[in-house]
Every structure is written in structure tokens, then in C-alpha cells.
């Protein structure tokens, strides 16, 4: 009869448990590696291939492409969080501000070629005024006249500068240009006590040495203004004014030239 030998039931039931531990652990590593894999796959395919990954994403999201949301600017941003900016008191820029010349007393516009560089202290007006204009002497086409002034009032006045000078018809009106100016004779500031004259001297020429373009016409007398003025005298002198404003008859001197 043959003798079996069994194995104590204490030493089988030990080595179970440690057989399935060490399944298990071999599975959980070879996951683990098997996840590795998978990851670094993934990381070098994502490396290899970005524009394949940016095409994938625009088409699969096209409406987020096309239409952006738009961004607040921080200024806006800090105005929303500031609340609404209460209003100032409205102020109107000087005229510094603007780059512009302070405001100044409107001055109207010179007529006849007088120019206003601004009264100055004591200088005669028209109310104080008379005057004539007498020929002096006769040139090569042309007339030399004086333009007289005199002092009609009680206190002296002072007259500096270019009177304007222009013909006038029989009613009144204005014939052809005011008298330009001699530039190299501007005179000196002549002060006139009551009674005294001052004269300015003036060019007149004939019509007939400018031809057809005078266009001549009957004048009755030249209007005058004093110098710094915008009232004016007319003092007789008739005689033939050129009517075409283009043309120049007149030039005049300063006062004390």
C-alpha cells in the first residue's frame, strides 16, 4: 500500500494570496506603461503636426473664429468700475487757448486808401478841420497840387501820416482809385495850434497822357480824409478824373514831407 503525503492546508493557503498580489501588480505596470506610451504619443504627435492641431480646431469651432468677442479697453473698464464721471461746469477756452488774438473793438474797414493805424492822442478830426488844394506847378503830363489843412478849433492837433485822397463827382460819388502813396515820403507828425495849416503834397495825372484806358470823366473835387480817419472832407478842385479803378492818377505824400 502506497503512503500519500499531503501538504500541511496551512502552507497552501499562504501562498495564494501571494501569487494574486504579484498578478496584480504586474498588470497595474504594465497599465501604467501602456498609459506612458499613449501620453508621450500624444505629446509628439501634438509637436509634429501644430498646424494639422490649429485646422482641426478651426473647423470644428468656425463660428468663435469668424466672429471675435469684442474686448473692453482698460479706460472703459476703469470707467465701469468707477461709475459714470459726474459733470463739470461747462467753461469756455480764452482766446489764448485757441491760438487766437485777444478780442479787440471792432474797427471798420478804410475807404479810399486810408489806412487807421490807430488815432493817436490829440490828432485832428473833421470837426476841427478845413482845407483846400491849390496847384503848384504843372510836369511832363501831369499836375503838382498840395492838400491844405488848417486848424479850425481851439486846441491844438496833431496831424502824422498819408491823408486819403480820391475824386468825386458832382454828387458826391467816388471817380476810379483812391491815391496810392509815396512810400519814400511818409512826412513827420505835425502838431497845428488853432489857426495854423499843414500840407501834403500831391500828384495828379493828366488823362490825356494815359490814353483811351482813362476812361475820363467830369470830377467836381477830391474827397480827403484826415490821416487816422474815417470822416472825411471834400474840397473842391474840378477837373477830368480818370473812371477806370484799375488806373492809378493819384499819389499822395505824408503830412510834413
Do not use: W
Not at 500541511?8 to 498580489?21: D, E, F, K, L, M
Not at 463660428?63 to 467753461?91: C, H, L, N, V
Not at 485832428?124 to 510836369?139: E, F, H, K, M, R
Not at 472825411?232 to 488806373?247: I, R
Amino acid at each position: 500500500m502506497r503512503r500519500i503525503t499531503l501538504a500541511p492546508q496551512s502552507n497552501r493557503t499562504g501562498t495564494r494570496p501571494a501569487v494574486i498580489a504579484t498578478g496584480l501588480a504586474a498588470v497595474l505596470f504594465l497599465s501604467a506603461c501602456g498609459a506612458g506610451d499613449d501620453t508621450a504619443a500624444d505629446e509628439q504627435s501634438a509637436t509634429q503636426s501644430p498646424s494639422a492641431s490649429v485646422s482641426a480646431t478651426a473647423s470644428e469651432s468656425p463660428a468663435t473664429s469668424a466672429t471675435p468677442e469684442p474686448t473692453q479697453s482698460a479706460s472703459e473698464a476703469a470707467q465701469t468700475e468707477a461709475g459714470p464721471e459726474a459733470p463739470g461746469p461747462e467753461r469756455t477756452a480764452s482766446a489764448p487757448e485757441l491760438g487766437m488774438p485777444p478780442a479787440v473793438p471792432f474797427t471798420p474797414p478804410a475807404t479810399d486808401g486810408q489806412s487807421n493805424p490807430g488815432a493817436q492822442a490829440g490828432s485832428c478830426s473833421v470837426s476841427q478841420l478845413s482845407g483846400n488844394v491849390t496847384p503848384n506847378q504843372g510836369a511832363a503830363g501831369s499836375v503838382l497840387a498840395s492838400v491844405n489843412l488848417t486848424n479850425t478849433g481851439s486846441e491844438p492837433c496833431v496831424l502824422h501820416g498819408y491823408p486819403g485822397v480820391s475824386f468825386v463827382d458832382p454828387s458826391g460819388g467816388t471817380v476810379g482809385a483812391p491815391a496810392a502813396r509815396d512810400s519814400a515820403a511818409s512826412g513827420t507828425a505835425v502838431t497845428l495850434q488853432p489857426g495854423q495849416s499843414a500840407s501834403a503834397p500831391l500828384k495828379i495825372t493828366q488823362p490825356g497822357t494815359i490814353g483811351q484806358l482813362c476812361n475820363p470823366q467830369q470830377a467836381n473835387g477830391l474827397r480827403v480824409y484826415p490821416p487816422g480817419s474815417y470822416e472825411s472832407l471834400v474840397l473842391s478842385y474840378p477837373g477830368q478824373a480818370c473812371g477806370n479803378p484799375k488806373v492809378e492818377q493819384l499819389q499822395v505824400r505824408g503830412f510834413g514831407s
